[in-house]
């Protein structure tokens, strides 16, 4: 059996007016990602971390914001394909260990529904991903609240 490790890194701009989208569900907020897609940081960090344990490239590769397909796409969507892609290799997910940086709102009681959602997405168990959360205590952009970012590390088998 052959194991791979692969991680993945986003970022996107928080502005008012948008809706929030983490793990693939929308949590209430005042500002939301700015991106082509829903932007959703957690999805496309782990979307990168699976192809990068892959060696497929990353997300901007397969799924350019110059094609306007992909303007305001679901990032399931997207993770549903990215799996697809690992697996035509004849990869599966053994776990994902992700964390989610952002000033406001804690993001704790939503931190289930995500990994049920993940895990339905992406058709593993719900106790093969790992949500956490942190703010970067007031520094930087995170911390004044003008943007989002997460990373994800995964691990991938043959």
Do not use: W
Not at 7 to 24: A, I, R, S, T
Not at 34 to 39: E, I, N, Q
Not at 111 to 126: E, F, G
Request: charged fraction near 20%; hydrophobic fraction near 40%.
């Amino acid at each position: 059996m052959k194991f791979r490790i692969g991680f993945g890194y986003d970022v996107h701009k928080l502005e008012p007016g948008n809706e929030l989208y983490l793990g693939g569900i929308v949590i209430p907020h005042t500002k939301g990602a700015v991106g082509h897609s829903d932007a959703d940081v957690l999805i496309h960090a782990i979307c990168d971390a699976l192809l990068g344990a892959a060696n497929l490239r990353d997300i901007g590769f397969h799924f350019p914001d110059t094609l306007p397909e992909f303007k305001n796409i679901d990032s399931k969507i997207l993770l549903k394909k990215v799996v697809s892609l690992i697996q035509k290799k004849g990869y599966s997910i053994s776990n994902i260990d992700s964390t989610i940086c952002l000033q406001k709102p804690k993001i704790f009681p939503y931190i289930i529904d995500m990994k049920k959602i993940l895990a339905q997405t992406m058709n593993i168990d719900i106790d093969d991903i790992s949500i956490k959360a942190t703010t970067t205590e007031k520094l930087g952009f995170v911390g004044t609240e003008d943007g989002i970012s997460a990373y994800a590390v995964v691990l991938i088998q043959n």
